[in-house]
């Protein structure tokens, strides 16, 4: 339900079943090569107020990021209420839309190094926006199941795997090297400033037409997406086949950076386990809400957006903390706030009559910890990575952090039909909170700066 989980996003904790049909939440970009565009150039380039192909992506992304809030207000109702999907059938759906993650996400890596990215973020969005709009067309028809849904979500997670690992690697092919974490952060508040409106406006349009029709908004937004995306010029040029390596071999290349990068390694780890045991906990959350504490709509879009003002202070405030606290402690201490956040949804089922107040407060401490450990662990990735290995690299780490969320959403989805929602919902929350383990016991902690560039492997 909270609009991110970590990655290593917008790589995130663990994307919960109120994304299932969203758009994954671009995490932020990675460094490009100076090679690849002037635009990368040091000692010029336009401010980001007047950089049009920045501004473009920005004015997509907004309209994008607004779009899915409406979509991850509207899946829950529709297929919890709507199509009464059980507990399993919830799992399911978790499942369908991150799949492509653990099925593609290698090699997608390997291919969009090869491409021009911002030719494969315009097919996405296309691919997107003609999926989404099946749902309220088999609905006016009265055909629509849980099944079309699944397959929807299958397809928009596949479009979006492309999407994110070329989106990841864009922003500083349009910016300087120096400017990338300022459009990070423009490009995070935005979408947080779409997440504290969008729930808001999504729970009462509900009130007016019915879950399906509100997924045009999202289809809508794609397709806003693409023409601003069509509108861009950019000096990218697609990598040199003479250069190209076999498919395994580019494959293997990322793995290998990420493993024997200690501290990316780490912060995989990081990212990994607490999707899994947040993807656990997050795919039922949507259920205690709707269904064990009937909140219902409105009381799912007063907590999505009154918690993500969290994570727009969050996006705000992560260079302050960052040299408050140290580039590197920043990133464990964010993972653990995140994980005792994560306790208070189940907690919140201990006292009905409190539930609202303490989902609420767990919505705006996770996005502001979720918010913070990806600005901070992303920057950290784009300065280290060589350019040639950009998409690779975010591929291989989607690939590990983002693939487990699948198999978490099985699990969540046995778990809750066997031992119930709240019992299922604990053990996800006290797995996330250890997994931050893996940082807090690492070189990160008392880090004040992190390491600069890699050499090449």
Same mark, same amino acid.
């Given at each position: 339900?909270?609009?991110?989980?970590?990655?290593?996003?917008?790589?995130?904790?663990?994307?919960?079943?109120?994304?299932?049909?969203?758009?994954?939440?671009?995490?932020?970009?990675?460094?490009?090569? &100076?090679?690849?565009?002037?635009?990368?150039?040091?000692?010029?380039?336009?401010?980001?107020?007047?950089?049009?192909?920045?501004?473009?992506?920005?004015?997509?992304?907004?309209?994008?990021?607004?779009?899915?809030?409406?979509?991850?207000?509207?899946? *829950?109702?529709?297929?919890?209420?709507? +199509?009464?999907?059980?507990?399993?059938?919830?799992? =399911?759906?978790?499942?369908?839309?991150?799949?492509?993650?653990?099925?593609?996400?290698?090699?997608?890596?390997?291919?969009?190094?090869?491409?021009?990215?911002?030719?494969?973020?315009?097919?996405?969005? &296309?691919?997107?926006?003609?999926?989404?709009?099946?749902?309220?067309?088999?609905?006016?028809?009265?055909?629509?199941?849980?099944?079309?849904?699944?397959?929807?979500?299958?397809?928009?997670?596949?479009?979006? #795997?492309?999407?994110?690992?070329?989106?990841?690697?864009? #922003? *500083?092919?349009?910016?300087?090297?120096?400017? =990338?974490?300022?459009?990070?952060? /423009? +490009?995070?508040?935005? $979408?947080?400033?779409?997440?504290?409106?969008?729930?808001?406006?999504?729970?009462?349009?509900?009130?007016?037409?019915?879950? *399906?029709?509100?997924?045009?908004?999202?289809?809508?937004?794609?397709?806003?997406?693409?023409?601003?995306?069509?509108?861009?010029?950019?000096?990218?040029?697609?990598?040199?086949?003479?250069? /190209?390596?076999?498919?395994?071999?580019?494959?293997?290349?990322?793995?290998?950076?990420?493993?024997?990068?200690?501290?990316?390694?780490?912060?995989?780890?990081?990212?990994?386990?607490?999707?899994?045991?947040?993807?656990?906990?997050?795919?039922?959350?949507?259920?205690?809400?709707? /269904?064990?504490?009937?909140?219902? $709509? =409105?009381?799912?879009?007063?907590?999505?957006?009154?918690?993500?003002?969290?994570?727009?202070?969050?996006? +705000?405030?992560?260079?302050?903390?960052?040299?408050?606290?140290?580039?590197?402690?920043?990133? *464990?201490?964010? &993972?653990?706030?995140?994980?005792?956040?994560?306790?208070?949804?189940? $907690?919140?089922?201990?006292?009905?009559?409190?539930?609202?107040? +303490?989902?609420?407060?767990?919505?705006?401490?996770?996005?502001?910890?979720?918010?913070?450990?990806?600005?901070?662990?992303?920057?950290?990735?784009?300065?280290?990575?060589?350019?040639?290995?950009?998409?690779?690299?975010?591929?291989?780490?989607?690939?590990? #952090?983002?693939?487990?969320?699948?198999?978490?959403?099985?699990?969540?989805?046995?778990?809750?039909?066997?031992?119930?929602? #709240?019992?299922?919902?604990?053990?996800?929350?006290?797995?996330?909170?250890?997994?931050?383990?893996?940082?807090?016991?690492?070189?990160?902690?008392?880090? /004040?700066?992190?390491?600069?560039? $890699?050499?090449?492997?």
């Amino acid at each position: 339900m909270s609009e991110q989980f970590l990655e290593g996003g917008e790589e995130s904790i663990a994307e919960p079943v109120v994304e299932s049909l969203a758009h994954s939440d671009p995490e932020s970009s990675h460094r490009a090569d &100076a090679t690849s565009t002037s635009a990368s150039v040091e000692t010029s380039g336009p401010s980001l107020w007047r950089h049009g192909g920045f501004l473009k992506l920005w004015a997509g992304e907004s309209a994008s990021q607004l779009g899915t809030q409406l979509t991850q207000l509207a899946v *829950p109702v529709l297929a919890i209420n709507l +199509l009464q999907a059980t507990e399993f059938q919830v799992g =399911v759906l978790g499942a369908a839309e991150t799949a492509a993650f653990l099925v593609v996400g290698l090699p997608a890596g390997a291919w969009v190094d090869r491409w021009l990215k911002r030719r494969v973020m315009i097919a996405a969005d &296309a691919v997107r926006a003609i999926a989404l709009i099946a749902i309220p067309l088999l609905w006016v028809l009265g055909a629509l199941q849980m099944w079309h849904v699944y397959v929807v979500a299958a397809v928009i997670g596949m479009a979006t #795997v492309f999407f994110d690992v070329s989106y990841q690697s864009y #922003v *500083p092919i349009l910016v300087r090297h120096t400017q =990338v974490p300022d459009a990070n952060a /423009r +490009l995070e508040s935005t $979408a947080q400033i779409a997440r504290i409106g969008g729930p808001a406006l999504g729970g009462g349009l509900l009130t007016i037409v019915s879950a *399906p029709l509100l997924l045009l908004g999202d289809a809508l937004s794609y397709v806003l997406s693409f023409l601003f995306l069509w509108r861009i010029r950019d000096e990218e040029k697609p990598a040199d086949p003479a250069e /190209r390596a076999g498919l395994w071999h580019e494959i293997r290349e990322g793995l290998s950076f990420v493993w024997h990068h200690k501290l990316i390694r780490t912060i995989t780890a990081t990212t990994g386990a607490s999707n899994f045991f947040g993807g656990i906990a997050s795919t039922l959350l949507t259920l205690l809400i709707l /269904r064990e504490l009937d909140l219902g $709509a =409105v009381g799912l879009g007063i907590i999505m957006s009154v918690g993500s003002i969290g994570g727009l202070l969050g996006a +705000l405030a992560t260079p302050w903390l960052s040299r408050r606290l140290g580039e590197g402690t920043v990133i *464990p201490l964010a &993972a653990v706030v995140s994980g005792l956040a994560i306790l208070l949804w189940p $907690a919140a089922a201990l006292e009905p009559a409190f539930s609202l107040p +303490l989902l609420i407060l767990a919505e705006f401490l996770f996005s502001f910890s979720v918010l913070v450990y990806n600005i901070a662990q992303v920057s950290f990735r784009q300065r280290v990575c060589p350019p040639r290995l950009l998409g690779r690299m975010n591929a291989s780490i989607r690939f590990v #952090v983002w693939g487990v969320m699948p198999i978490a959403s099985l699990i969540a989805g046995v778990l809750g039909s066997s031992i119930g929602v #709240v019992p299922t919902l604990w053990i996800g929350a006290i797995g996330t909170l250890a997994a931050s383990g893996f940082a807090v016991f690492s070189p990160l902690l008392g880090m /004040r700066t992190l390491p600069g560039a $890699a050499p090449e492997p």
